[in-house]
């Protein structure tokens, strides 16, 4: 039997409000197991961590995602802002002018 403890991510964690990203966590989960037989030992999930305080090898992965997300904030407030125009111009109809004359 040879025993082997292996911790790799499992879960990503983000809160953000209108103004961005608030704060990030990773949590990982920790898994024993038998090298021959491939029998699990015990699997328990670790105490998320801050951003800082994870591991230099996750900082390339986070940083994609915070990316990913401030893209997708500012692209869901376009639309917002789009369908705000679309419906103030629905309501008043007589304000809108027709440019192809």
């Not at 090298?35 to 230099?56: N, W």
């Not at 639309?79 to 309501?91: A, G, L, N």
Request: glycine share 2%.
């Amino acid at each position: 039997m040879s025993i082997e403890k292996q911790t790799k991510p499992y879960e990503f964690l983000a809160r953000f409000n209108d103004q961005g990203i608030q704060g990030m966590h990773i949590q990982n989960i920790e898994k024993v197991f038998d090298t021959v037989t491939g029998e699990i030992i015990s699997i328990k999930q670790l105490q998320a961590q801050s951003v800082e305080e994870a591991s230099e090898e996750y900082n390339a992965i986070l940083s994609s995602i915070n990316t990913a997300i401030q893209t997708e904030n500012t692209s869901l407030k376009e639309e917002k802002s789009d369908q705000e125009i679309e419906t103030v111009e629905e309501e008043n109809p007589e304000t809108t002018t027709d440019v192809s004359e």
